[in-house]
Nanobody, 123 residues
Framework: QVQLVASGGGLVQAGGSLRLSCAAS????????MGWFRQAPGKEREFVSA????????YYADSVKGRFTISRDNAKNTVYLQMNSLKPEDTAVYYC????????????????WGQGTQVTVSS
């Protein structure tokens, strides 16, 4: 069992930055690939970014490529999402997730989910 707690969301103006964190507890964090997803009101949850167990490989949705950076610190059992040049369309609840398939982009590939943190970008 892995418990995930996401934090770092908030209200920011367009062009600003936020860093999300996802702290894990339970079974060995470094055994899991990690991902970030987001869900805007009235929309389906969508893939944002993923990182493999070591942090050596990452993958991004086209909509965030070049603006967001995913990273992880296995010593701290934490994965991060640095979000720069934020746009109003980035407004959503952001979720972190843990799974066993590296760089997966589908929800069903992730076994454990955090509770979500709200990101609101004003224009």
């Amino acid at each position: 069992q892995v418990q995930l707690v996401a934090s770092g969301g908030g209200l920011v103006q367009a062009g600003g930055s936020l860093r999300l964190s996802c702290a894990a507890s339970g079974r060995t964090f470094s055994s899991y690939a990690m991902g970030w997803f987001r869900q805007a009101p009235g929309k389906e949850r969508e893939f944002v970014s993923a990182i493999n167990w070591s942090g050596g490989n990452t993958y991004y949705a086209d909509s965030v490529k070049g603006r967001f950076t995913i990273s992880r610190d296995n010593a701290k059992n934490t994965v991060y999402l640095q979000m720069n040049s934020l746009k109003p369309e980035d407004t959503a609840v952001y979720y972190c997730a843990a799974g066993l398939r590296d760089l997966a982009t589908t929800l069903s590939d992730y076994r454990y989910w955090g509770q979500g943190t709200q990101v609101t970008v004003s224009s």
